[in-house]
């Protein structure tokens, strides 16, 4: 409250004060109010208030019970709720992360002097490092929502357009590094093996047996690719040989090395969301 | 100012109150205090997953490790659930008080602005070297807006940063005034070093300011107010 208004109202009050002896009212009670005029606004211009002590355990009662939203909160603390609680927290944080992502926004590139040695990209994996491949008969078998299902070589995935791209390669630890990879654009393959573009999920098997799901958004970003060389060379064991998502919207962990199968379809199957997201990572994982 | 008043009628047993915080202050205070000790402690265990803030090869370790026992979470999955899931009513706490603050004016009373900064150290010689308390003629001191006004920026410091590791590709052109990708990691940790600088301040001053201040956070009445003469102890 401004002064102007503080000084209205006591001119006010005052009027008021002055009225009264005109009246019926005792004078004497009139004077008593002019010699100890209780302010009704504090510095901050909150209301003052001169109350009993029941009723001012009626205003206390009444605004804790106005506080009780908060209250609700305590909720993540009970152990049965706990769980479920936060599972609809990171479903909202995933139902928010897919409204911001736009297919048509590419991830920032880099120039090849920001990219990193090859010797400081680092390794990760969940299992084991080379899950041996056998490269000589190793296929990419394409399955669901597709009009040519089937087992397709890695010369059959080389055939489109390479697309060579120097993005940063993010860790849900919270490391991150610029690389170079090479690869075929998903969209492109997918188109070829005529899949319906219009379901939700790319589901990936891999040889080690780490899986993953992506929704179709993603795979369709234009720097989304089926990944068969980094730095210039060949995927190498360690990387994800032969084939591996590189995927510059996405989290690491959602970045399958050594494919083995793929399945366009709009129902996850149970349980399969990821080998991460299943024991309790976000499943959305996005950029 | 001729406001001297009995405000404890000893035959009537009245009390004074005043309001001091309306309901959407008390609401987003309360959502706010939550959230964040939920945000620093999740936060910390995210931050053991990769200690440090230069590259994973090699990697070299930040020369403090939060000990595991002050994080929340568990592992970095279960403590990322919990960071994704209080950062909406962190941020929508805070989002809720500015715009309040904004809609009625109170922000006047509260913002730091340059003019406070000469009454800031009176104020602390005051609460920290026993000095004389200079004369406080608004709602707040300079102290207590200058407190106040870095929890705000301190919001707003670690909403961004956190904006930009959330979501580096849709958010790049936000990393670039921070000085690019890697310093909003290190802002956002600046930001939580803030509040933890803040909070113990805050609970040291609530505490020396006795319970009906405090109570006056939950009820929004405060019992007394020192302001008016006659009326309780005064700080």
């Known amino acids: ?287 | 100012m001729a406001t001297a008043t009995v405000t404890r009628d000893k035959q009537t047993g009245t009390v004074t109150v005043s309001y001091e915080h309306p309901l959407v202050v008390r609401i987003a205070h309360w959502l706010n205090a939550v959230a964040l000790l939920v945000m620093i402690a999740s936060g910390l265990r995210i931050f053991l997953a990769f200690p440090s803030f230069g590259p994973k090869l090699p990697q070299q370790n930040f020369f403090i490790i939060p000990p595991p026992g002050l994080t929340l979470g568990g592992w970095l999955g279960g403590a990322l659930q919990w960071h994704f899931t209080f950062m909406w009513i962190f941020v929508g706490s805070g989002v809720l008080y500015v715009v309040y603050q904004l809609v009625t004016g109170h922000w006047r009373q509260v913002l730091f602005l340059p003019r406070d900064i000469k009454g800031v150290w009176p104020m602390a010689r005051h609460y920290f070297l026993f000095g004389k308390k200079p004369p406080v003629d608004a709602a707040y001191n300079p102290l207590q807006k200058l407190a106040y006004t870095s929890t705000i920026f301190f919001g707003v410091l670690s909403t961004l940063t956190g904006m930009v590791m959330f979501k580096p590709a849709q958010f790049w052109w936000l990393a670039w005034p921070m000085g690019g990708y890697h310093y909003a990691r290190i802002w956002h940790f600046v930001s939580m070093c803030g509040f933890v600088a803040f909070i113990p301040g805050h609970l040291i001053m609530v505490a020396l300011h006795g319970w009906n201040n405090f109570y006056s956070m939950i009820t929004g009445w405060k019992r007394e107010p020192e302001y008016i003469e006659g009326s309780g102890d005064r700080d």
Request: proline share 7%.
């Open chain 1, 1 to 287: 409250m401004s002064d102007e208004q503080q000084k209205d109202e006591r001119a006010e009050r005052a009027e008021a004060a002055q009225a009264q002896p005109s009246g019926e009212a005792p004078p004497a009670q009139a004077e008593e109010r002019v010699v100890a005029p209780l302010p009704q606004r504090g510095p901050a211009g909150e209301e003052i208030r001169v109350v009993t002590p029941g009723q001012r355990r009626g205003i206390n009662r009444r605004e804790l019970l106005k506080l009780l939203p908060v209250v609700a909160i305590g909720a993540f603390a009970i152990p049965k709720l706990q769980e479920p609680l936060l599972k609809e927290g990171l479903r909202f944080s995933d139902w928010a992360s897919e409204k911001l992502f736009s297919e048509h926004r590419l991830a920032q590139t880099y120039s090849n002097n920001q990219v990193a040695p090859f010797e400081k990209f680092p390794y990760n994996y969940y299992d084991v490092l080379d899950p041996d491949v056998d490269l000589g008969k190793w296929t990419l078998t394409v399955e669901g929502l597709v009009k040519h299902p089937g087992d397709y070589k890695l010369s059959q995935i080389q055939a489109f357009p390479k697309v060579v791209q120097n993005t940063r390669h993010v860790c849900v630890e919270g490391w991150d590094v610029i690389g170079n990879f090479g690869g075929t654009r998903a969209s492109d393959f997918l188109r070829a093996v005529g899949a319906d573009l219009s379901a939700k999920y790319l589901e990936v098997t891999c040889v080690d047996e780490y899986y993953e799901s992506i929704d179709m958004a993603t795979v369709l970003q234009p720097q989304t690719l089926f990944c068969y060389e980094m730095y210039g060379q060949p995927l190498d064991r360690g990387h994800g040989a032969p084939l591996r998502l590189q995927m510059p919207t996405k989290l690491g962990y959602k970045q399958a090395k050594y494919l083995d199968t793929i399945r366009v379809t709009n129902v996850l199957s149970h349980g399969q969301r990821g080998y991460w997201e299943d024991q309790g990572y976000d499943w959305y994982g996005g950029l």
